[in-house]
C-alpha cells in the first residue's frame, strides 16, 4: 500500500497541470458609437431670371449658388455625392436643360475652399465637425424656351468612409 502511495505521489509531481485548478480573467467591450452625420439644404440653387438663347452660369462660390450644411465628428473623412443630378428643371411639360461640370461643386469649413465636379464622389474631412457644401451649374434655355418657374431637385448624399 505504501507502494502505491509513493507511485500515485510521483505520478502527481510529474503531471502539475493535470491536477491544478482552472482560472479564468474577463475583460470588458467597449465602444464609442459617434454621432450621426446630418446633411441640411441651406439654399437653393437660383439662376434667377434668364433670356432665351442666352446661357446662365452659376460657380459654387456665387451668392446664388446652392448650399448644404454637414455636421458630423470632428475630422472624420466624408464622402459627397450628388448621385444623378437632373438634365432639366421643369415647368409644367417644358424643359429647360441644366449641366454640371468640373469645377461646378466646392466645400469648405466657411466658403467654397476646393471645388470638384459633382457628377463624381468627392472625399474630404470634417472640420471641427461640420463642411459647407456649394453647387452650381448652367442653365441653357433655347431661343423659343417658354416663359415660366422652372425646378428641380438636386439630392446630396454625405457617408462616413472609415477613415
Do not use: K
Amino acid at each position: 500500500m505504501l507502494h502505491r502511495s509513493l507511485v500515485a505521489a510521483a505520478i502527481a509531481l510529474a503531471l502539475p497541470g493535470v491536477l491544478s485548478a482552472q482560472v479564468s480573467a474577463n475583460i470588458q467591450a467597449t465602444a464609442n458609437v459617434l454621432a450621426p452625420l446630418t446633411v441640411t439644404g441651406t439654399q437653393v440653387l437660383d439662376f434667377g431670371d434668364v433670356i432665351p438663347g442666352v446661357p446662365s452660369t452659376l460657380l459654387p462660390d456665387d451668392a446664388n449658388a446652392g448650399s448644404f450644411t454637414v455636421a458630423g465628428y470632428s475630422t472624420l473623412e466624408v464622402t459627397l455625392d450628388f448621385g444623378t443630378l437632373p438634365a432639366n428643371l421643369a415647368s409644367g411639360p417644358n424643359n429647360l436643360p441644366i449641366s454640371f461640370g468640373a469645377g461646378s461643386a466646392g466645400y469648405g469649413a466657411a466658403g467654397v475652399d476646393s471645388t470638384f465636379d459633382p457628377g463624381s464622389v468627392a472625399t474630404t474631412n470634417l472640420v471641427s465637425g461640420g463642411l459647407l457644401v456649394f453647387i452650381g451649374g448652367t442653365v441653357s434655355p433655347t431661343p423659343t424656351q417658354a416663359a415660366g418657374a422652372y425646378s428641380g431637385t438636386v439630392s446630396l448624399t454625405v457617408a462616413y468612409t472609415g477613415s
